[in-house]
Every structure is written in C-alpha cells, then in structure tokens.
C-alpha cells in the first residue's frame, strides 16, 4: 500500500486497513502506529528496536533478530513474517506473563535461570514432561548451565507454538498424532 492509501485507510478506518475499528480507542494502539510504520505491521527488526525501547526485558539483554522472528512466527496466521495489531498485543500479553514466570522462579535474581528453575517453570506454564524431555529443552535454551530471558522467551514460543499445533491434528486427544515428512518439517521449521 503506498502512503496516500495508507493514510486514506488510517483516517476513513480509525486505524491502518485491515484492523478493528476500536483499535483507535486501545492504548497500545499509538504505541503500535509508532512502531509498525507505513505498512501499518510490525516486521522481526521493528519488533526487536520495540521491545528493547519498552524495556520489556527489564536489565535483560535485549531479544536476538532470531527471538523476534519465531515470536512473530507464533502468531503469524496469513505467513507474511508479521504482526498486526492483534497479534501484537496477543503478543505483549504473552511476554508480561513469561516475564513474571521468569521473575518467579528466578529466586536468586540473577537475571538467568538455572536448570531445576526451568523445569519449575515449565510444570508452572502447565506443560506435563518427562525429565528426558525436560532437560533437552534445558540443554538447547542454556548457556554456560544458565538460561537467559532472551533463551527463556525463545523457549516459551516454541513450546507454545509446537504445543498448539500438536492440539490442533491430536482431534481425539489422545496425546498421538500422524505427520508426514514435509508437513513435520513445515510445523517445526516455521516455528
């Protein structure tokens, strides 16, 4: 959309083409305008520069370029490696509350979380795992035996994001579900 149009969309839509009137009416949505730019999305480096600038990662290093793609990724429904405001704020729900999880189980504040710490975590979010599942997820997220916020985040998506497509083919709920090559490797690799 060149910017004519856009702005011809932001002012006949209360916001960019595409999103819900009310989103004029939301707090976030100035915030999100500022971020998304022309296009009216938010793409992996806006997302990044957003999230450093909030602060949302407290005295944490800020998110990796890669961090920030599999978060979009997550929530990415039309596979454009974007966010729209929706999303965003799905999104910023989805970090305020893996921000406290990591806040409670790091009891020492050390910034990071130990291995039995992110097991706590994980059984906290609901996810039930047997202990070689659980230090696989320990061993790919941990540097130096310790698991950074941006690694935490990482690790919560791909959970989340794995988990929910796992439900959507286990229709019985039975905890089994039949893939096809391809299709395993476009369920994980997008992720």
Request: net charge negative.
């Amino acid at each position: 959309m060149n910017p004519q149009m856009a702005m011809m969309a932001q002012n006949v839509h209360g916001g960019f083409y595409g999103q819900p009137q009310y989103a004029a009416s939301d707090p976030m949505w100035q915030y999100f305008t500022a971020v998304a730019g022309q296009d009216g999305e938010i793409d992996a480096e806006e997302l990044q520069r957003c999230l450093t600038q909030a602060g949302i990662h407290g005295t944490y290093t800020p998110f990796s370029l890669d961090t920030c793609r599999i978060m979009i990724a997550m929530l990415d429904i039309d596979h454009t490696g974007k966010m729209g405001f929706n999303e965003f704020k799905d999104l910023w729900g989805a970090l305020n509350a893996w921000k406290q999880n990591f806040c409670a189980v790091d009891r020492d504040r050390s910034g990071t979380v130990e291995p039995h710490e992110m097991n706590q975590a994980i059984l906290s979010m609901g996810y039930r795992l047997n202990p070689a599942t659980l230090n696989a997820i320990v061993k790919r997220y941990s540097r130096n035996g310790r698991i950074y916020f941006d690694d935490y985040v990482a690790c919560c998506v791909k959970l989340r994001a794995l988990t929910e497509t796992f439900r959507r083919r286990d229709s019985m709920q039975q905890g089994i579900v039949n893939f096809m090559y391809d299709d395993f490797l476009q369920s994980t690799m997008s992720i």
